[in-house]
T-cell receptor, first 110, second 112 residues
Framework: ETGVTQTPRHLVMGMTNKKSLKCEQH?????MYWYKQSAKKPLELMFV???????ENNSVPSRFSPECPNSSHLFLHLHTLQPEDSALYLC?????????FGPGTRLLVL | GENVEQHPSTLSVQEGDSAVIKCTYS??????FPWYKQELGKRPQLIID?????GEKKDQRIAVTLNKTAKHFSLHITETQPEDSAVYFC???????????FGKGTRLSVIA
């Protein structure tokens, strides 16, 4: 349960705010992922990092900016978000095929 | 790219009955098929997975079957209990760190 952690767990922000989500994995994995989960699209892949290099950007708007300083940490920088960006943001990590998820950050954009 | 379809989107069963969730995939190169369970307000958690060199795998009350020819795989839960109520996601990928492609989920309700 504590292999992948995310902070904060809940976040409320205005459309003009800038905030960052943090993910940390303690499993020694070399790949990390950001997903958006909403009622409309249950598990929507946003970004993939392998060995700190971004290998996939799934047509995500530029108001979401990922950062992966090392294989254990992943950030998602948020700015000028829209109310429709309100969702659960899940981080995951993997060594091979199996992904392990963090608890998510519940984001509300007002 | 890979496309995973999952059915049904919702499923209600009586406690003690069996539940079956089915998924199809499009990429014949996919060879890894995990199933995740997500309880309300919690993270998705891996409950069972299968690789393409195996046709069936069991773990207590849950089992997964894979038909490579037809490109579909299924999750079977026997003797369902109220704590099995959750959203279940299937997924598919090729080897290594190729991202998983998820189905849209099945909301299972087990009625006591």
């Amino acid at each position: 349960e504590t292999g992948v952690t995310q902070t904060p767990r809940h976040l409320v922000m205005g459309m003009t705010n800038k905030k960052s989500l943090k993910c940390e994995q303690h499993l020694g994995h070399n790949a990390m992922y950001w997903y958006k989960q909403s009622a409309k699209k249950p598990l929507e892949l946003m970004f993939v990092y392998n060995f700190k290099e971004q290998t996939e950007n799934n047509s995500v708007p530029s108001r979401f900016s990922p950062e992966c300083p090392n294989s254990s940490h992943l950030f998602l920088h948020l700015h000028t978000l829209q109310p429709e960006d309100s969702a659960l943001y899940l981080c995951a990590s993997s060594q091979q095929e199996t992904q392990y998820f963090g608890p998510g950050t519940r984001l509300l954009v007002l | 790219g890979e496309n995973v379809e999952q059915h049904p989107s919702t499923l209600s069963v009586q406690e003690g009955d069996s539940a079956v969730i089915k998924c199809t995939y499009s990429d014949s190169a996919s060879n890894y098929f995990p199933w995740y369970k997500q309880e309300l307000g919690k993270r998705p958690q891996l409950i069972i997975d299968i690789r393409s060199n195996v046709g069936e795998k069991k773990d207590q009350r849950i089992a997964v079957t894979l038909n490579k020819t037809a490109k579909h795989f299924s999750l079977h839960i026997t003797e369902t209990q109220p704590e099995d109520s959750a959203v279940y996601f299937c997924a598919a990928s090729t080897a290594g760190n190729t991202p998983l492609v998820f189905g849209k989920g099945t909301r299972l309700s087990v009625i006591a």
